[in-house]
């Protein structure tokens, strides 16, 4: 019995520490995290009043982290707002195309840019639509602001569009206040260039110009842009007109496509004309 | 005037064990309450570490295994935590700390560099095991988060650790 009081006095830390470690495992195992009841809630509460009444303390880290917290979700807000605005902006222009579809008299065919091209100053785009839906070459390409192009090939599910921005194309077109014609060029940059139009004619910054009858290659009648600027030009009989066209055709995305092709026998007349012309200047 | 000196320390004895469990519910009550304050990059101090440490020092290993039991057992109770596991890492870091007790030495030891160094010392053996319980319930892998965190804590409370003897406990409290 001495002996055993000599052990446990002497190795009482081991002893006690070996004890108290059952008692924690034995604690761990029965404790229920997930279920605090009795005099804890009690005892949580209490701390949890203390944090509250000593809430307005600052703290520095806390605010820091707030921050950084903000700080993310208001560059993620800002994201959010950026495409709902894309979005809304995309919903405008649909409902435009669709109220415009609704009120033009000729047969459309909306079609998407899936390609571009730009070969020094001829600039074409592929659209998304074919021959299967009736697209053929001489169709007339526009969105509701105005004339984009034309057609020059077809597949079946491809067509090729050669747009106005175009060192080739000529476009006959009016004034509208007016009625005055002249050709309309573009040699790059922003803005057309209304030809032929006489000193003596009356054009003025801001008249809006359309394609005219006079042409076979595009339906009269579509708007094309309005005069930016008139230039009088000295020891000149006519004006330099500017045009700025109502159709962005670097942003264009979504256009139509008008079911309609020139007229046949125009076009061979034509045709014939330019060819007896050519004749006759290389006889000359 | 023996048993008055018998009487004196007795009376002494109890009342450094009435200053310990009120320094003990002061520190839980700061450790819920203002800890946050102080805390760097998600790390906070366990000043309650360095009260058992400080008891063990000054009173010995067996009364620093039950003061590392109580203590730990409080703030299990005052936390969310699963009751058992602060007390169990404060246990183990009252019966580590016990080895650094030097009898009749207690005053020296305690203002002294082997202090920090055994606060330290038990810091990690108590963060060791109380990471341990904590993460034996997540998929986190045990060493890389022990030296990232438990590492980093012990340096943090040690801190705290030099500032208890730089500033210096009244004599009273000191000299137990």
Redesign the interface.
Known sequence: MQSLITFVTKF??YI??TA??I??????SI???SK?GG??TV??GS?AW??GA?SW?P????LQNENRALRELNLQLSTEVIKMRSAVIENARLRQLIDFKETYPDTLISAEIVGKSSIELRNYVVINKGESVGISRGMSVRTDAGLVGTVIGSSDDFALVEMINNRNVKISAKILRTNISGILTWSGGEYFNLNNIPTSFDVIKGDIVLTSEYTNKYPAEIPFGVVHEVIDEKNSLFFSVKVKPYVNVFTVDQVFVVKKVPDDERNRLLIELEERLKIKKNIQ | MYLSNEKRKAKDKQLRYVYYSIAALLIVIFQITFVSLIEVGGLTPNLMIILVVWITLSEGQFAGLFAGFIAGLIFDVATFDLIGTNALAQTVNGFVSGFFHKPGKEDLTLKRFSFIITVFIGSVFHNSVYFFLYLKLSELDFFSFFFKYGIATSLYTTVFAVLAILFKLPKKEVNI
């Not at chain 1, 703290?59 to 806390?62: K, L």
């Open positions: 009482k830390e006690a520490f108290l470690i008692i924690c495992f034995s604690l761990i404790g229920d995290v605090i005099f804890r005892i949580i701390m203390m944090q000593f303390i703290n520095p880290g806390a």
